[in-house]
């Protein structure tokens, strides 16, 4: 039997200095800051009924997970329709859609297998009036469906970036554009990526953490020894 966490969900107002510092990293308008705002709150509520992040993390939820999302979108070039593989509590689906709702034709697409954040991410989408549609299905099972449709892929702490690009690699074929955070390990990743790989990529340093980078994929190819 799953033991519930012991940790406490911090109230919004414990959370003010990080939120300050996770908007000075990343501005957004005011518009988009009130929906980010209404976000973390139902996530808050959320949270003490499933683990939508780890508890640990929570007292830093804005430069952690909000912010850390947020530095994806200069990154995509004016690119209005996304899809999120594996979108868990949100980051960085929910967080770039309320960015989105400000963009004319903004829409993303969250693909979630399990069932409890599924419920969530939909609720919450509706909620706050986002241009969103929620998949709860497997992302093999829905891939070739949206495929074509969108500008950018991301995923965030969802699997190594090898295993993430037999993932994208349905929306990498349509001309799509991979944008994946990942920790000091990124190097690491990208060595054992090459040999399974060839990719048309490049790091850009995140602002959220000294010793991450986020991997802009233009384009990624099977090496055939793995065909």
Known sequence: MRRPTTSRVPRLSELGQNREAALRLTPVSAATVARLDRFVERLLIWQSRINLVAPSTLPELWTRHVADSLQLVPLAGGARTWVDLGSGGGFPGLVIACWLADQPGGLMYLIESNGKKAAFLRETARDLGLGVKVHH???????????????????????????????????????????????????????????????????????????????????????????
């Open 137 to 227: 299905a497997r992302i093999a099972d829905c891939a070739a469906e949206l495929a074509g449709t969108v500008e950018i892929v991301t995923a965030r702490a969802l699997a190594p970036l090898s295993e993430l690009m037999g993932l994208a690699e349905p929306f990498l074929k349509k001309g799509a554009q991979g944008l994946f955070p990942k920790g000091q390990d990124v190097g690491s990743e990208l060595t054992e990526t090459s040999k399974y790989w060839r990719l048309d990529a490049s790091l850009e340093p995140s602002r959220t953490d000294p010793r991450g980078r986020i991997v802009v994929v233009r384009s990624a190819e099977r090496r055939p020894s793995v065909l």
